[in-house]
C-alpha cells in the first residue's frame, strides 16, 4: 500500500476521533447548563415556588427596635409609656409576621388592615375596604402595619366570601409611585 494513502486513512481516523470528542463535550456541557438551578428563587404571584419571608420583606424597610427605643428616649413621656408604645410595635409587627407566614402556608394570596381607633386618622392612605397582595408585600413592606408607635391597626387575610359593601374592595395604591404610609416617628 501506498505511504501516502495510509497518511490520509490515519488523518481522516484522528480527525474523525477529534470532532466526535469536541461533539462529546458540547453535549455534555450543555446539559449541565440546563440541569443549574438557582440557589434562591425569589418570586411571587400564581406560580411562585419560593417567596421571601415578610421578616425579611419588613426588616428593609421597617426600624429596628434598637432605632426605636433611641427615638423614644428623646420624647417627653413616661419612662412606663416608652416601654408600652416599644411593646405594642413588638407585638404588631410579629403578628404581621405570623399572619403572613401563616398565609403563605396556606396559600393566602390577599391581605387587609383593619383600623384600630388610635390609628385611624394617620392611615387615610387606604380605605376601611382595602386589600394588599401578597405581591404588594414582597415589594413593599411598608404598607404592612404597625405604621406608627402606638398603632393599633391589625393584618388579617382577605377572604373571598367576604362582602366589603356596596363600594367593593379597593386596592392600596401608590401616589407618584410611592405609599404614602405615616411616618413611624407618629405617636397614636
Not at 7 to 12: D, E, F, K, P
Not at 91 to 111: A, C, L, M, P, S
Request: charged share 25%; glycine share 4%.
Amino acid at each position: 500500500m501506498d505511504p501516502s494513502i495510509v497518511l490520509i486513512v490515519i488523518a481522516i481516523v484522528l480527525l474523525s476521533l477529534i470532532l466526535t470528542a469536541i461533539g462529546a463535550y458540547v453535549v455534555v456541557h450543555s446539559s449541565n447548563d440546563k440541569e443549574k438551578v438557582p440557589a434562591v428563587i425569589d418570586v411571587s404571584g400564581q406560580y411562585a415556588v419560593l417567596i421571601r419571608p415578610a421578616r425579611e420583606s419588613m426588616e428593609l424597610v421597617k426600624p429596628k427596635v434598637e432605632e426605636i427605643r433611641d427615638f423614644l428616649e428623646t420624647q417627653d413621656i413616661s419612662p412606663e409609656q416608652r416601654k408600652d408604645l416599644l411593646a405594642k410595635w413588638i407585638k404588631n409587627y410579629e403578628e404581621t409576621i405570623r399572619i403572613i407566614d401563616e398565609g403563605d402556608k396556606n396559600g393566602t394570596v390577599t391581605y387587609r388592615v383593619v383600623f384600630g381607633s388610635n390609628c385611624r386618622e394617620l392611615c387615610k392612605f387606604m380605605s376601611d375596604d382595602n386589600y394588599i397582595t401578597r405581591e404588594q408585600i414582597r415589594n413593599h413592606a411598608e404598607i404592612l402595619p404597625p405604621y406608627t408607635l402606638g398603632c393599633d391597626c391589625h393584618l388579617v387575610p382577605k377572604l373571598p366570601w367576604e362582602n366589603p359593601g356596596k363600594s367593593g374592595w379597593k386596592p392600596v395604591v401608590p401616589v407618584n409611585g410611592v405609599y404614602p404610609v405615616p411616618d413611624w416617628r407618629s405617636i397614636a
